[in-house]
């Protein structure tokens, strides 16, 4: 099992930046994929990006392709999100989770171990 805690939420305005940090505990990450997913009030958990652990292949939700990035640091076993040109839709808490999986890592169902999250907000 890995434990995740994610940081590096908050307010910020239309435009602006943010990076999130997911650090892992427990077991390294380097041997496992990582996503991101988001969650507004009343909407469903929402795919926004990953990172396989096999190759490093990235993978991005179409509404955030061109503007967020997802890293990994196997030596700090922590795996970020940069999020740029922020949008108020980009407001929801955002989650880190982990597979020790390489396919479908846009669903949620795949994923083993998930963080509590964090809140980013968006204002316009």
């Known amino acids: 099992q890995v434990q995740l805690v994610e940081s590096g939420g908050g307010l910020v305005q239309t435009g602006g930046s943010l990076r999130l940090s997911c650090a892992a505990s427990?077991?390294?990450?380097?041997?496992?994929?990582m996503g991101w997913f988001r969650q507004a009030p009343g909407k469903e958990r929402e795919f926004v990006a990953a990172?396989?652990?096999?190759?490093?292949?990235?993978y991005y939700g179409d509404s955030v392709k061109g503007r967020f990035t997802i890293s990994r640091d196997n030596a700090k076993n922590t795996v970020y999100l940069q999020m740029n040109s922020l949008k108020p839709e980009d407001t929801a808490v955002y989650l880190c989770?982990?597979?020790?999986?390489?396919?479908?890592?846009?669903?949620?169902?795949?994923?083993?171990?998930w963080g509590q999250g964090t809140q980013v907000t968006v204002s316009s």
């Open positions: 989770a982990a597979t020790s999986g390489v396919v479908a890592l846009t669903i949620p169902g795949r994923y083993d171990d």
């Open positions: 427990g077991r390294t990450v380097s041997r496992y994929s």
């Open positions: 990172i396989s652990w096999r190759g490093g292949n990235t």
